[in-house]
């Protein structure tokens, strides 16, 4: 497939589509299936839908000058040709309401047959006008080869480390993803996904690298970053694949995968369609209540995509059912709603007494089970309330994380759910509000809250901070956190007690973690 020329646009635009003939999904999925049975089984389910093999975009062209600006209302926009290896951004008139949120979409899917994806440009035609309409200042990129991927993001790394400390980015990306050496990479257009590994390596942006570790920390605000894409490609979809890896997210970061470690993207076979996972982040974006915070719309998100999928007609769909990942590392909760960001996101108007008594004990309640009770006894008696949606949640995550400590693999207790000693390099009351935030997320199931808090009580080096440490890391592994089980594998290792190693290290690679080399791994 000839691919077109990259193509960088800021705000949405609505773009004249071309596109070369797709390979049928039953093709593609039967090119990339190992074993004949599955193929079998998966003939006539799979028949209307494409499984994609990493990432999702389609070639665009004639870009329009009307673009989508703030809050939806209409401005112009002056579009120019990208240069390969250094894109020109095409700036709008954007309000200024939008100066504190940048967005960066960037849409990859014009790869040779069989792996070009149909639903890349609406995904990203759609999500730019629901960021639009949040104060985005958005710009779009589509079908960017090795060095305007790299070019593009680079220019974007510098457009946030020059915004004010409390602006609100967005990085997406939809296309191949893969992991090679456990580097999470975004595969340039027009490569080919199944290309010996040093191609790929050449062809791609290391996420972690270029991105991640690139923005500049957001302890006031908020970078998010969004991966639409294949965790694994097809021969791996229905096995223990390697497909991308877990990340820790950076101080001030939320990072969403639309799907777990090592498993497949369900991508629609039409350009009319989008994605799963965006179909649901636009969808909410749009809904969902202003006071409605990022961190809780990500779970959302996540909540939807998994509903979606496991009641889906196709018996195919619901076994390839996504789990979106999500590494949070925030320290404020921004809310939808463009303004000051709120420590908890009280609601935007005010509440009756009581009910506002009842959500404000629900906020500062950091123990599973009262946490549960809490929200059990809110959602009875104010079901229609502006927080039920997001009482809802807290009562999923506590149920989640009550669930987790039962379990016999974990030692646990209420007495264990204490943040250590002050840190010598933040005032008491800057510790008392990181530890109570910390603890008040483990309790709703955060697994990165969890392993954060459990280096700090490592960090004692005493016999008690070692039991918890322990306890810590084996909650935050329950609740889905590879790395820290890999890191609990480390300490078995350590103290000399290989069976519990072994299994902690089998639950990290169960988990999709592949634990990078540099820490001296050694393969059993």
């Known amino acids: 497939m000839a691919m077109n020329s990259p193509m960088v646009t800021r705000n949405t635009e609505e773009h004249t589509q071309e596109h070369a003939p797709l390979c049928s999904p039953l093709n593609t999925l039967e090119c990339n299936l190992q074993s004949p049975g599955r193929r079998t089984v998966l003939r006539h389910a799979l028949s209307l839908w494409l499984g994609a093999a990493g990432a999702l975009t389609i070639p665009l062209s004639k870009p329009v000058s009307a673009g989508v600006g703030h809050a939806g209302h209409a401005t112009e926009s002056n579009a120019t040709e990208s240069n390969a290896t250094a894109p020109n951004l095409t700036v709008s008139n954007a309000a200024a309401t939008n100066a504190s949120r940048l967005a960066l979409l960037i849409g990859n899917g014009d790869y040779p047959v069989p792996h070009d994806l149909p639903p890349i440009a609406k995904n990203v035609m759609d999500l730019g006008e629901a960021l639009a309409f949040r104060g985005f200042d958005v710009t779009q990129a589509m079908n960017l080869d090795e060095s305007s991927l790299h070019a593009t993001v680079t220019e974007f790394v510098k457009r946030v480390a020059a915004a004010p400390g409390d602006t609100v980015t967005l990085f997406y ?42 923005l500049p920390p957001r302890p006031q605000a908020l970078n998010i ?24 997210a950076p101080l001030g970061s939320l990072v969403c995968f639309s799907t777990g470690a090592g498993r497949p993207a369900v991508s629609p076979a039409s350009a009319d369609q989008n994605t799963f996972y965006t179909a649901a982040l636009v969808r909410l974006l749009r809904d969902a209540a202003g006071h409605v915070t990022f961190n809780d719309l990500f779970q959302l998100v996540k909540a939807e995509v998994q509903h979606t999928m496991l009641n889906h007609p196709l018996a195919a769909i619901r076994q390839l ?13 921004v809310p939808l709603s463009w303004g000051e960001a709120s420590e908890h996101a009280l609601p935007a108007k005010t509440l009756p007494p009581a009910e506002l ?91 990165d809250a969890a392993v954060r808090i459990a280096r700090l009580h490592r960090a004692l080096e005493t016999e008690q901070g070692l039991l918890r440490y322990v306890g810590w890391l084996q909650y935050s592994s329950g609740l889905g956190n590879g790395i820290a089980s890999y890191e609990l594998a480390l300490y078995y290792r350590e103290a000399d007690q290989p069976l519990l190693a072994a299994q902690a290290e089998a639950r990290a690679r169960q988990l999709g973690y592949s634990p990078p080399r540099a820490l001296g791994h050694e393969r059993k």
Request: overall charge neutral; hydrophobic content about 40%; proline content about 5%.
């Open 173 to 214: 990306y939809a296309g191949h993803g893969l992991q090679v050496d456990s580097n999470n990479l975004l595969l340039g257009s027009g490569s080919n996904p199944t290309a010996p590994r040093k191609d790929l390596i050449a062809r791609s942006l290391v996420l972690q690298q270029k991105l991640l570790a690139a």
């Open 225 to 248: 970053t969004v991966i639409d894409a294949c965790r694994t490609d097809l021969r791996n979809a229905l096995g223990d694949g390697e497909g991308l890896n877990q990340v820790e």
């Open 321 to 333: 059912a996504q789990n979106p990942f999500i590494a949070d590392n925030t320290r404020v909760q």
């Open 357 to 447: 008594a009842a959500w404000e004990a629900i906020q500062n309640t950091d123990w599973p089970v009262d946490l549960l009770r809490l929200c059990n006894a809110f959602l009875a008696t104010y079901p229609d309330s502006s927080q039920a949606q997001t009482v809802g949640l807290v009562q999923a995550g506590a149920t989640e994380a009550l669930r987790i400590l039962r379990s016999k693999e974990v030692k646990l207790f209420k007495t264990s759910f204490v943040i250590p000693a002050p840190d010598s390099q933040a005032s008491p009351e800057q510790q008392v509000n990181k530890g109570s935030a910390e603890l008040m997320r483990a309790a709703r199931g955060d697994k």
